[in-house]
């Protein structure tokens, strides 16, 4: 069997408890209002649905699905939006589901393109956040964990499709694609 990642960075234990608090804070946040999760694919996935089910309010689910460019390892900055919402947003508090905040460059873009629909709110939650590479200046209201500069894999992120099955977070090997 191919070998995966040893030492995590963010252990399972970690991530059920601070997702047990973020589904607090979202619950209270948003009691009351009319919240729509849009979830971006496929990084999301994981922390998505171990986050829907934290959150003690009715909700809708929705997802989109986003397609960064370029070979390396991470965003070209270059963003396509490659399906469509099915629910309608307008009026709505619509919370942006990202598996991380890197350059920034594709929470700004979703953000301004579901802006157009004329949702009541847009607030921006992410399992994680690189602060240390952010190139624009983005809202992220809810984080999960802020990480060093390192490329991670696991709980729904890749390296080259792999690896997103990882019940935890590890870094990725020196010898892998870094994408600089
Ligand atoms: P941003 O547009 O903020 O630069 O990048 C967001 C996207 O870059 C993420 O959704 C993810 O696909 C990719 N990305 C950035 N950093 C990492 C990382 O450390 N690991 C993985 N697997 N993907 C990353
Ligand atoms: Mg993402
Ligand atoms: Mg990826």
Redesign the pocket.
């Known amino acids: 069997m191919e070998r995966m990642f040893g030492r995590p960075i963010v252990t399972q234990e970690q991530m059920r408890a601070r997702i047990r608090e973020m589904g607090r804070q979202i619950s209270a946040d948003y009691a009351g209002k009319d919240l729509v999760l849009v979830g971006?694919l496929k990084?999301?996935y994981a922390f998505y649905a171990d986050l829907a089910r934290a959150i003690r309010i009715p909700l809708r689910v929705d997802f989109i699905v986003?397609a960064?460019y370029g070979s390396g390892?991470?965003?070209s900055?270059k963003?396509k939006q490659v399906t469509e919402l099915t629910e309608d947003i307008k009026g709505k508090d619509v919370l942006l589901i990202?598996?991380?905040?890197?350059?920034?460059?594709?929470?700004?873009?979703l953000v301004k393109s579901l802006a157009k629909k004329k949702p009541k709110s847009i607030k921006v939650c992410t399992l994680?956040s690189?602060p240390e590479?952010r190139?624009v200046d983005v809202q992220v209201d809810y984080v999960g964990f802020k990480?060093p500069n390192?490329?991670?894999?696991g709980y729904g992120?890749?390296?080259q499709q792999k690896y997103r099955n990882l019940p935890y977070l590890a870094v990725?090997d020196q010898t892998g694609d870094q994408g600089e």
């Not at 905040?101 to 873009?109: A, E, H």
């Open positions: 971006v990084g999301a986003v960064s390892a991470r965003t900055g963003v990202e598996d991380i905040v890197d350059s920034g460059l594709t929470v700004q873009y994680l690189k590479r190139v990480i390192k490329y991670v894999v992120l890749d390296y990725l």
